[in-house]
């Protein structure tokens, strides 16, 4: 499979229908097991995945995770109907969705409303966790899915989180860039340096984009 390209004019990909994907409220227990809630970006470390043992002799104690991690600003910015991110940290610049069918979606002007991201693709990093720290304090979502190269539709929810605290997910969770619910913002991005990257194209695999709704009323508590 080639490798996916990120940058691309909208219109480039076909009307699919819409699979709409549950928005949680990101707590504590809701966030458990993809990763955990951040309440200081300062004094908070990220786990860097051990190198894999290779054969029958183990890696040396001590070795084998100190590639360390990078950092930078995140952006998520919208350009009329289309979604753009900026990681600053690896140098990325990606489309990361869009708020209609992409056959109609314009860049130069709104023409629907920003109640929903429809997401194209996903991917995870196996060589450590992530985290995003909301720098202008709003509310912003994370779709997420739990590991395994199986990915499924089912699998996939949204966290919705208030903007007072950052969401840390593990290495190999199935994740997209942040969304900002309202217009632009910025999150600090903190991950593994190697960034290794396993993606899906959504649109491709499955027929269909993940409606990821940017709708508070939409939002469920576990």
């Given at each position: 499979?080639?490798?996916p390209?990120?940058?691309?004019?909208?219109?480039?990909?076909?009307?699919?229908?819409?699979?709409e994907?549950?928005?949680i409220?990101a707590t504590e227990?809701?966030v458990?097991g993809y990763g955990?809630?951040?309440?200081?970006?300062d004094?908070?470390?990220?786990?860097?995945?051990?190198?894999?043992?290779?054969?029958?002799?183990p890696?040396?104690?001590g070795t084998g995770?100190?590639g360390g991690?990078?950092?930078?600003?995140?952006?998520?910015?919208?350009q009329?109907?289309?979604?753009y991110?900026e990681?600053e940290?690896?140098?990325g610049n990606?489309?990361l969705?869009?708020?209609?069918?992409?056959?109609?979606?314009?860049t130069?002007?709104?023409?629907?409303?920003?109640?929903?991201?429809?997401?194209?693709?996903?991917?995870?990093?196996?060589d450590?966790?992530q985290?995003?720290?909301?720098?202008?304090?709003?509310?912003?979502?994370?779709?997420?899915?739990l590991p395994?190269?199986?990915l499924t539709l089912d699998k996939?929810?949204?966290?919705?989180?208030?903007?007072?605290?950052?969401?840390y997910?593990?290495?190999?969770?199935?994740?997209?860039?942040?969304?900002?619910v309202q217009?632009?913002?910025r999150?600090?991005d903190?991950?593994?340096?190697?960034h290794?990257?396993?993606?899906a194209?959504?649109?491709?695999e499955?027929?269909?984009?993940l409606s990821c709704?940017?709708?508070p009323?939409?939002?469920?508590?576990?």
């Open positions: 499979m080639n490798a390209e990120y940058i691309f004019e909208a219109s480039s990909k076909p009307s699919l229908p819409w699979h994907v549950p928005l409220r227990k809701s458990e955990c809630l951040v309440d200081d970006p004094s908070f470390e990220i786990t860097i995945t051990r190198w894999p043992q290779q054969g029958w002799r890696i040396d104690e995770d100190e991690y990078v950092e930078g600003v995140f952006k998520g910015t919208w009329g109907d289309v979604l991110g990681n940290a690896v140098n990606y489309v969705g869009w708020s209609t069918d992409p056959q109609q979606a314009k130069e002007a709104q023409t629907a409303p920003r109640d929903q991201v429809l997401l194209w693709h996903m991917n995870y990093h196996p450590g966790g985290m995003f720290w909301p720098i202008d304090n709003k509310p912003f979502i994370v779709p997420v899915a395994g190269d199986n996939v929810v949204a966290f919705w989180c208030d903007g007072d605290k950052g969401l997910i593990h290495a190999g969770i199935w994740h997209e860039g942040i969304f900002p217009d632009d913002q999150f600090l903190r991950q593994g340096a190697v290794a990257r396993v993606s194209d959504i649109g491709q499955f027929g269909v984009y709704p940017l709708d009323s939409k939002v469920k508590d576990l």
